[in-house]
């Protein structure tokens, strides 16, 4: 089993819908947890920090859930510039484990 | 937030030859992480580099093969020793600061 797994996608989206991803992990004694961002050929960029009482920045929302090992991220109102492969990323000992990434095309 | 310099950003070499990336940190950081990402896959981890002991490799990767120095708390090398297609690959630097990793840009290598 992974360490980290992602649906890979790709999710073709209109404009202004909203769309969900989700991870899981396997180790239970991850502490912290992240959403990046991959433009095409970028390095990765953090989104944003997953909480365990779940967080929102503007239009995205992150939800953890530790007896599942599960985490993931909504984007509503999407827009042309969401387009990206998004990254599920565990620390679980210090180091970052990525998940295989998530792609997202919005259309319009 | 830190800033890494990562350098080449591409190169084509051929089988059986050495490329050395370097990275270059804006701050001190006691710990720097390589990865490597091959194309349509997501990042793994190839080693861990720590200033003043040798690096600690993931399963998989061995010292031979990309070996790594880090010669000061700012900067560190990886090499990718022998090369061959299966090489070809995106290669990326990461240091670790308030629980957010930040990246070098990538050093895209095509080995033919």
């Known amino acids: 089993r992974k360490e980290v797994e992602q649906d890979p996608g790709p999710f073709n989206v209109p404009e202004g819908a909203t769309v969900a991803f989700n991870c899981t992990y396997s180790n239970s004694a991850s502490q912290s947890f992240f959403w990046y961002r991959q433009d095409c050929r970028k390095e990765p960029k953090l989104l944003m920090s997953v909480y365990s009482s779940g967080n929102e920045d503007g239009r995205f929302t992150a939800q953890l859930n530790r007896a599942s090992q599960y985490i993931s991220l909504l984007i509503r109102d999407s827009k042309l510039s969401d387009s990206a492969t998004y990254l599920c990323v565990v620390n679980p000992l210090g180091d970052m484990r990525f998940g295989a990434g998530t792609r997202l095309t919005v259309k319009p | 937030s830190a800033v890494i310099s990562q350098k080449p950003s591409r190169d084509i070499c051929q089988r059986g030859t050495s490329l050395t990336i370097q990275c270059q940190v804006d701050s001190q950081v006691t710990m720097m992480f390589w990865y490597r990402q091959q194309p349509g896959q997501s990042l793994t981890l190839i080693a861990t580099a720590n200033q003043g002991s040798e690096a600690t490799y993931e399963s998989g990767f061995v010292i031979d093969k990309f070996p790594i120095s880090r010669p000061n708390l700012t900067f560190s090398t990886l090499t990718v020793s022998n090369m061959s297609p299966e090489d070809s690959s995106i290669y990326l630097c990461?240091?670790?600061?308030?629980?957010?990793?930040?990246f070098g840009q990538g050093t895209r290598l095509t080995v033919v």
């Open positions: 990461s240091v670790v600061q308030n629980t957010e990793a930040f």
